[in-house]
């Protein structure tokens, strides 16, 4: 055994189990961190760190409901144009003159219920979820368009103790409500029935149908929390930008919460998924573009660095769920 890896072995030993498993990603991100901590003296200030929180929210957010729905073996590309959709909707509803919490109500009311068409296309009419999800987000691509007529729609001061409040005086709200779903969607899955559920169902789908587990139910219910929690990132995201813009969320958002949870470890084939692994993908994700920003490199870079990661952890996954 080498040193590197009786290293690795002693500090697979020395962490929680929730973090053992993910000592490789663990690693990777505090390799980076140094790195760019000995590079840039602005990476470890508070203001920084804060930064970095507040812009891995969202991603946070919409991650949690992938990681559950992807656990049951299945997929959904629209997220990202879901959050497009509902930052309209909430600023466009707000300078109507609606109030700002019916607004963001009527927001994830309405990402629920795009989740839940998505879910009755790919389980009653069992369309591929890669296909029925794409095309849904082709054509909610559109819409957030023209629900700003392709301009900013600022919201003034609507939804400011939700974009820029803190609690306790330093822990911005961004960060504290992606904590919390977070955190509710990692003990829905381990601790409760409806986690071991989508747990069997993305094990193998027929022997839970035959347990009598409520499989075309689940994967409903599974899509539309997915639609909520993007609904729940398009209002997060109005409220820290303090308008609706062209080209915020869409696909790259989608993209980047999807290689977070894939780098994570949730298995692309469903039965195996932890919610701390896809934090650390966040986190990971979240860090390399901090990284790019501060080092100065070319912003193109981060593209390249989000396909490559996000390839080598496809490759990772795929090596890992293969029989032996």
């Not at 994967?219 to 909520?228: A, E, I, M, Q, S």
Request: glycine share 14%; charged share 10%.
């Amino acid at each position: 055994m080498t040193a590197l890896t009786a290293s690795s072995e002693r500090l697979r030993l020395a962490l929680p189990p929730g973090l053992s498993r993910h000592v490789g990603l663990l690693a990777v991100l505090l390799i980076v961190g140094a790195f760019t901590a000995l590079r840039s003296d602005a990476f470890l200030t508070g203001p920084n760190l804060l930064n970095v929180s507040q812009q891995i929210a969202v991603v946070a957010v919409l991650a949690a409901g992938l990681t559950l729905l992807m656990t049951a073996g299945g997929i959904d590309f629209s997220l990202g144009a879901i959050a497009a959709v509902t930052h309209g909707v909430t600023a466009q509803l707000i300078v109507a003159g609606v109030n700002e919490w019916t607004a963001a109500a009527l927001a994830l009311a309405l990402g629920a219920a795009i989740g839940l068409v998505n879910g009755i296309v790919v389980t009653y009419l069992r369309v591929t979820p890669f296909v029925a999800t794409l095309a849904t987000s082709t054509v909610l691509g559109g819409a957030a368009l023209l629900i700003i007529d392709g301009k900013s729609v600022s919201i003034g001061e609507a939804l400011v103790p939700l974009g820029f409040g803190e609690v306790f005086g330093v822990i911005p709200a961004l960060v504290v409500v992606a904590v919390a779903v977070c955190a509710a969607a990692g003990l829905m899955l381990r601790w409760t029935a409806f986690g071991r559920n989508a747990f069997a169902i993305g094990g193998n789908e027929q022997a839970a149908r035959l347990a009598g587990i409520p499989v075309a139910r689940t994967k409903l219910l599974l899509y539309t929390l997915g639609g909520l929690l993007a609904g729940l990132g398009g209002v997060l995201l109005v409220a820290r930008l303090g308008a609706a813009s062209p080209g915020t969320g869409g696909l790259h958002l989608e993209l980047t919460v999807v290689a977070a949870v894939v780098i994570g470890g949730t298995a692309l084939h469903g039965g195996s998924g932890t919610l701390v692994g896809t934090v650390l993908g966040v986190l990971l994700l979240g860090v390399v573009t901090n990284s790019i920003n501060l080092l100065q490199i070319d912003s193109h870079y981060q593209d390249v660095a989000l396909g490559a990661v996000l390839l080598v952890a496809a490759i990772t996954n795929h090596l890992r769920g293969r029989p032996h």
